[in-house]
């Protein structure tokens, strides 16, 4: 079992930055990877960002490369998004999620088990 609790969501203007935190809990919390997605009005939950938890590896969608980055404090079992450039289009709820499986389909939502409740990021243009 795992919880998540993401934090760190707001209001800002495009071209500023937010970071977003999760934190991973739980009595037998084993993460193979963690991953961010987003679900905008009336559209699908989308994802964003993945990152394998033994040694870091990250993938991201292309909608993000090169402004996005997610990384995890091992220690702390929290993974990060660091969002830089945003955009109007960013806007959207922010999900966290974590599969304990070994797997290659990081981008896909029926991947991951676990998922957080979701925090709200609004960028005005």
């Known amino acids: 079992q795992a919880q998540l609790v993401e934090s760190g969501g707001g209001l800002v203007q495009a071209g500023d930055s937010l970071r977003l935190s999760c934190a991973a809990s739980?009595?037998?919390?084993?993460?193979?990877?963690m991953g961010w997605f987003r679900q905008a009005p009336g559209k699908e939950r989308d994802f964003v960002a993945a990152?394998?938890?033994?040694?870091?590896?990250?993938y991201y969608a292309d909608s993000v490369k090169g402004r996005f980055t997610i990384s995890r404090d091992y220690a702390k079992n929290t993974v990060y998004l660091q969002m830089n450039s945003l955009k109007p289009e960013d806007t959207a709820i922010y999900f966290c999620?974590?599969?304990?499986?070994?797997?290659?389909?990081?981008?896909?939502?029926?991947?991951?088990?676990?998922w957080g409740q979701g925090t709200q990021v609004t960028v005005s243009s």
């Open positions: 999620a974590l599969t304990p499986v070994v797997t290659k389909r990081l981008e896909a939502r029926s991947t991951y088990d676990y």
């Open positions: 990152i394998r938890w033994s040694d870091g590896t990250t």
């Open positions: 739980g009595r037998y919390f084993s993460a193979y990877a």
